[in-house]
């Protein structure tokens, strides 16, 4: 599959992942913004509905008061009149305007107070006509309804009045507005621990529950009492919910392990392409591990076998000097094959992800030295020379001989490798140490490295891009083995390099001191 089909479905699946954790989001927030706009209106509804039973408790009571004090008030004017009416039953007569004959109280009576004639007195007025008897009775009804209004008029004018004039905590029965709390919080769906707190408008504090706290403001909610009082005097209920945000999140709850799903899933979807683009790149790299192998065998190979068919020749066996140079190509080449050899070990080695080390002490001074020899032909080939400088006094060391030997090598084969064309190589080896290291440094006057590729060049299978020239080419395995080999023996490995000056390595291994 090409890479740009991946990224094309890769893209897909990301923003279609993305948007649906996008919906769900929006989802959750819309469902908790509509929860929280619900109970508001619940909570108002049933605070203002428990404010009105207030009120109208507090005026029932009133009103009983009054009623009660004006019946009384009432009772005492009824008997002053009865007991007038009796002493002045002997008192003179007088006719009225049918020419009936009464005495001067039962007239005045009639006219002042028409609700309380005597229904004798009514029959005695009456000449038989019961049309006649009926407009009286009426014309008490109405005079006895207009004198209960006023009365009620009264009443609640002093109500409205006079009330205020009290003080909130003898208007209020806290008992009974929790009670009619909880019943109109129930009526409207809300059941939920609540505490409340009764002030006056400038603040001062009438009651508070027990458990009234005042963090989370923005779970309190303010409902006025006693609206008709003037402002000053008007109360003030205050009801704080500690678990609103849980009793609101509780109807989004069940999206919570949707998101949780569709995240593990976004993860993994991304580790998968991580992964796929991983795969496609190390089957590439092996692709070019093959065909570079190939490439790279096959010299060394015509190399030996054009070596031997010169041997072959009659004329070439008579030459000394051209036997000494055919049997020194075929030595060089099989080199040059054990080393690709190594190289495919080395391959292996990675992919087993073990090493089987067999450990001694060394001398690092000395295998510097033997090293630089090994290298001097190829280093004054290009018309440099290869330097060396020991200054390690306890240059002794515990590796493993023949893959520590490989690191120097690959170090010192990659500054001739990545040389400057047409330009002498150069190449210095130092040792040296102190009291708790031992150090190497392999310097070169090669090419460099530019500082973009300084991070990458320990990694498996990363070559530098050089262009396309055939000395040049290798696996990428050279440095990551390097650098592997080095951590497995307790030491560190730094480069430092200038594009276009030169490259220098610096080992750092843990000193051997002798007893």
Not at 111 to 119: A, F, G, Q, V
Not at 178 to 197: R, S, V
Not at 356 to 374: I, P, Q, T
Request: aromatic share 10%.
């Amino acid at each position: 599959m090409k890479k740009k089909t991946i990224w094309t479905i890769a893209t897909i699946m990301g923003l279609s992942f993305l948007a649906l954790l996008f919906l769900q989001v929006s989802y959750i927030e819309e469902m908790v913004r509509m929860k929280k706009e619900q109970f508001d209106e619940s909570v108002y509804r049933a605070l203002y509905q428990a404010s009105r039973n207030l009120g109208l408790n507090d005026t029932l009571r009133d009103l009983e008061k009054d009623i009660n004090a004006k019946e009384n008030k009432k009772g005492k004017d009824i008997n002053v009149d009865d007991g007038m009416m009796a002493t002045q039953t002997h008192q003179g007569t007088a006719a009225d305007t049918n020419g009936k004959m009464y005495s001067t109280f039962e007239l005045k009576a009639m006219k002042t107070k028409p609700s309380l004639t005597p229904k004798a007195m009514i029959l005695k007025s009456d000449n038989g006509s019961i049309s006649q008897t009926k407009k009286s009775m009426q014309e008490m009804v109405r005079n006895r309804y207009i004198y209960q209004k006023s009365m009620l008029d009264e009443v609640v004018y002093n109500i409205l009045y006079s009330a205020s004039n009290k003080p909130l905590k003898d208007r209020i029965n806290f008992k009974m507005l929790d009670q009619d709390l909880k019943a109109e919080m129930m009526n409207n769906g809300i059941n939920i621990p609540y505490h409340f707190t009764v002030s006056t408008q400038d603040g001062r504090e009438v009651y508070r529950c027990p458990d009234y706290s005042d963090e989370g403001e923005e779970n309190t909610y303010a409902q006025v009492l006693f609206r008709n009082d003037p402002q000053t005097k008007m109360g003030v209920v205050k009801v704080h919910f500690p678990d609103m945000n849980s009793y609101i999140f509780s109807s989004v709850r069940f999206m919570v392990p949707s998101i949780a799903f569709t995240l593990i899933l976004l993860v993994t979807f991304i580790f998968t392409i991580v992964i796929i683009f991983r795969q496609k790149r190390y089957s590439e790299i092996k692709n070019d591990f093959i065909n570079n192998m190939t490439h790279e065998l096959k010299t060394p190979i015509a190399s030996i076998s054009l070596a031997a068919q010169m041997l072959n020749d009659d004329s070439v066996k008579k030459s000394e000097a051209m036997l000494k140079h055919l049997s020194g190509i075929v030595t060089d080449e099989s080199k040059r094959l054990r080393f690709l050899v190594e190289k495919v070990l080395q391959m292996s080695m990675f992919d087993r992800k073990k090493a089987v080390f067999k450990k001694k002490k060394l001398d690092l001074n000395e295998m510097v030295e033997n090293v630089a020899n090994s290298f001097t032909l190829r280093v004054e080939h290009t018309g440099g020379k290869i330097y060396t400088s020991i200054e390690a006094i306890d240059s002794a060391m515990y590796v493993d001989e023949v893959h520590f030997q490989n690191v120097i090598n690959n170090l010192i084969d990659n500054a001739v490798k990545y040389r400057k064309q047409d330009k002498p190589l150069d190449i210095y080896l130092r040792t040296w140490n102190d009291n708790e290291f031992l150090y190497l440094s392999i310097k070169d006057t090669g090419i460099g490295i530019k500082k973009e590729n300084l991070k990458k060049v320990f990694e498996k299978f990363y070559r530098v891009h050089t262009g396309n020239r055939h000395d040049v080419k290798g696996f990428g395995l050279g440095l990551a083995y390097v650098k592997k080999i080095i951590n497995l023996h307790n030491g560190e490995i730094h480069v430092d390099s200038e594009y276009g000056v030169g490259t220098k390595f610096i080992i750092k291994l843990p000193v051997i001191k002798e007893d």
